[in-house]
Structures are given as structure tokens and as C-alpha cells.
């Protein structure tokens, strides 16, 4: 088993505008994110939200430490969000087996010990520092909270699926869920807006190889974009809008860590004030 782990560091706005492509993708994009046979986390510096992945492709693998959350056990102060969007697999918690089928969520809570994951999925791995343990949660698609919003005209048909959310699953702060657009709809998360009490990072997935999503970033007034490929994430700070259109439809799964768990909670940004 390969544990692979990397530090990004908080980047301020004025900072953020004088970076040319490179450093952007530096400091908020990750690719090669998924590996077969290894444990790839990110732990950021916004809301110490840690990302990654685990692909058991050839035997289980086991999350137990990780030297930067500097605590013994990976989740004696987090909390767990595992998004499987892959085949068929199990992740094994706290002497029980929890099988996820594709576009499934298992929720774990602090304290629940090392965490192993097996079979055929992918998964996608959140993490955010927890105050108190909350119970370990396998959520079914039947059982998330569906929002469907935008229409045909606009481009932006889509339906968010809710998991981590307080209708729906008990947490300290993580939510989490993912967005699928309908044919023929591209635009996400427009009109823009920001939350400056929380964080939030997309991972992109279900896009076609020759397609390409265009992630808008940046301060209102000095938006850049990432271009993303499939099963690509990016870290978007509590100053940065985040929004994107792709070539063909996709689904992106949004993770959030701050302040509160109010979905709703957000300032939108007039389509007049975006540069």
C-alpha cells in the first residue's frame, strides 16, 4: 500500500491575481488525484479540510495516520466524508463493513478508529476537524435530499443531491453532495456567489474524455479559470467564487468545511459585478 500526502498553504486574493497558470494550478488544482493501490490526500490550510482518494484496486487499503493532522489516529479529531464513484466496494470502520454502491456516501465520525477500504470503488475522501463524535452513517441515493433547479433555456438543468446535510445526516461541519447536469445543460453555480465562513472544494467526475470543464475562480472583480479534466479537484477559498461550464455534461461533488452547516448560507454576486 502507498500513503502519498501533500501540504497546500491558505493563499490571500492580492496574492491570487498576480499568479499566472502554473501557480494557479499549483496552489488550487489537483490532478492525478486517482491511483490504483494508493491513499492520495491533500490537506489544506482553508478550514484544515483535507481531500483525496483511495482506489483498492488489487487488495484493501488502510487509513490509520497521517502525519500532518498531528494526532496518533487519522480521526481522533475529524470527521469523514467517502464518496464511492467507482464499481462496488466496502470500507470497513469500527468493526463494521459498510458496502457502497456507485454515487454512494458513507459518513464516519470522530473517533472511530482506522478506516479500510476494499473492492471495486473509487473513492473520493473529505475530511474536517470535528469537536464531538456524530454516528457513522451509510446514506443510500434513495435516502439524500434532491434539489432540482436551473432549466433547458439557461443551460443549467441539474439536480443536486444533498448527503451531508443537516435534513439528512447529523455532522460537526463537513457537507457534502454532488450536482449531475442533464444533457445539454453545462453552466454550474451561476449566478456566482461566495461564503466567506466556509471553504469549499469540487471534485469533477462523469466527464468524457475529450471534454474539458472550465472552473471560474478568483475575487469577483478579478475572476481566472482552471481547466479541468476528469476526476481532477480543486480548492476553492472562502474569497473565490466558484462556478464553471464544461464541453459536455458532469457531475461535480462539492465538500464545504467552516462556521456553520447552512447550506443556504451565501452572498451572491450580481452577473453586473463579475470581471
Given at each position: 500500500?502507498?500513503?502519498?500526502t501533500?501540504?497546500?498553504?491558505?493563499?490571500?486574493?492580492?496574492?491570487?491575481?498576480?499568479?499566472?497558470?502554473?501557480?494557479?494550478?499549483?496552489?488550487?488544482?489537483?490532478?492525478?488525484?486517482?491511483?490504483?493501490?494508493?491513499?492520495?490526500?491533500?490537506?489544506?490550510?482553508?478550514?484544515?479540510?483535507?481531500?483525496?482518494?483511495?482506489?483498492?484496486?488489487?487488495?484493501?487499503?488502510?487509513?490509520?495516520?497521517?502525519?500532518?493532522?498531528?494526532?496518533?489516529?487519522?480521526?481522533d479529531?475529524?470527521?469523514?466524508?467517502?464518496?464511492?464513484?467507482?464499481?462496488?466496494?466496502?470500507?470497513?470502520?469500527?468493526?463494521?463493513?459498510?458496502?457502497?454502491?456507485?454515487?454512494?456516501?458513507?459518513?464516519i465520525?470522530?473517533?472511530?478508529?482506522p478506516?479500510?477500504?476494499?473492492?471495486?470503488?473509487?473513492?473520493?475522501?473529505?475530511?474536517?476537524?470535528a469537536?464531538?463524535?456524530?454516528?457513522?452513517?451509510?446514506?443510500?441515493?434513495?435516502?439524500?435530499?434532491?434539489?432540482?433547479?436551473?432549466?433547458?433555456?439557461?443551460?443549467?438543468?441539474?439536480?443536486?443531491?444533498?448527503f451531508?446535510?443537516?435534513?439528512?445526516?447529523?455532522t460537526?461541519?463537513?457537507?457534502?453532495?454532488?450536482?449531475?447536469f442533464?444533457?445539454?445543460?453545462?453552466?454550474?453555480?451561476?449566478?456566482?456567489?461566495?461564503?466567506?465562513?466556509r471553504?469549499?472544494?469540487?471534485?469533477?467526475?462523469?466527464?468524457p474524455?475529450?471534454?474539458?470543464?472550465?472552473?471560474?475562480?478568483?475575487?469577483?472583480?478579478?475572476?481566472?479559470?482552471?481547466?479541468?479534466?476528469?476526476?481532477?479537484?480543486?480548492?476553492?477559498?472562502?474569497?473565490?467564487?466558484?462556478?464553471?461550464?464544461?464541453?459536455?455534461?458532469?457531475?461535480?461533488?462539492?465538500?464545504?468545511?467552516?462556521?456553520?452547516?447552512?447550506?443556504?448560507?451565501?452572498?451572491?454576486?450580481?452577473?453586473?459585478?463579475?470581471?
Amino acid at each position: 500500500m502507498t500513503l502519498k500526502t501533500e501540504t497546500r498553504y491558505a493563499i490571500d486574493p492580492v496574492t491570487a491575481k498576480s499568479l499566472d497558470t502554473d501557480g494557479l494550478r499549483e496552489h488550487f488544482h489537483k490532478d492525478e488525484l486517482f491511483a490504483n493501490d494508493e491513499i492520495n490526500l491533500v490537506y489544506t490550510h482553508y478550514d484544515r479540510l483535507i481531500l483525496g482518494s483511495a482506489v483498492p484496486a488489487n487488495g484493501p487499503l488502510t487509513l490509520d495516520h497521517m502525519d500532518e493532522t498531528g494526532t496518533p489516529g487519522f480521526l481522533d479529531r475529524r470527521e469523514m466524508g467517502i464518496l464511492n464513484i467507482g464499481g462496488t466496494g466496502m470500507v470497513a470502520v469500527d468493526s463494521e463493513i459498510h458496502t457502497l454502491e456507485t454515487g454512494e456516501l458513507l459518513y464516519i465520525g470522530m473517533g472511530a478508529g482506522p478506516v479500510t477500504f476494499s473492492g471495486q470503488g473509487r473513492f473520493y475522501v473529505t475530511s474536517s476537524p470535528a469537536h464531538r463524535p456524530c454516528p457513522t452513517k451509510l446514506i443510500k441515493l434513495k435516502d439524500a435530499r434532491r434539489v432540482e433547479l436551473g432549466s433547458r433555456e439557461t443551460a443549467n438543468e441539474r439536480v443536486i443531491i444533498q448527503f451531508l446535510h443537516p435534513d439528512v445526516c447529523e455532522t460537526c461541519q463537513l457537507l457534502m453532495g454532488y450536482t449531475q447536469f442533464a444533457p445539454g445543460s453545462l453552466w454550474n453555480t451561476m449566478p456566482a456567489h461566495l461564503h466567506d465562513r466556509r471553504m469549499e472544494a469540487y471534485l469533477y467526475f462523469d466527464i468524457p474524455e475529450d471534454a474539458r470543464v472550465f472552473h471560474f475562480m478568483g475575487a469577483p472583480d478579478e475572476t481566472r479559470h482552471l481547466v479541468m479534466a476528469n476526476e481532477e479537484a480543486v480548492i476553492s477559498p472562502p474569497w473565490s467564487i466558484h462556478c464553471g461550464a464544461g464541453t459536455a455534461a458532469y457531475t461535480f461533488c462539492w465538500t464545504m468545511a467552516g462556521d456553520n452547516v447552512d447550506f443556504a448560507d451565501m452572498d451572491m454576486v450580481a452577473m453586473g459585478d463579475l470581471r
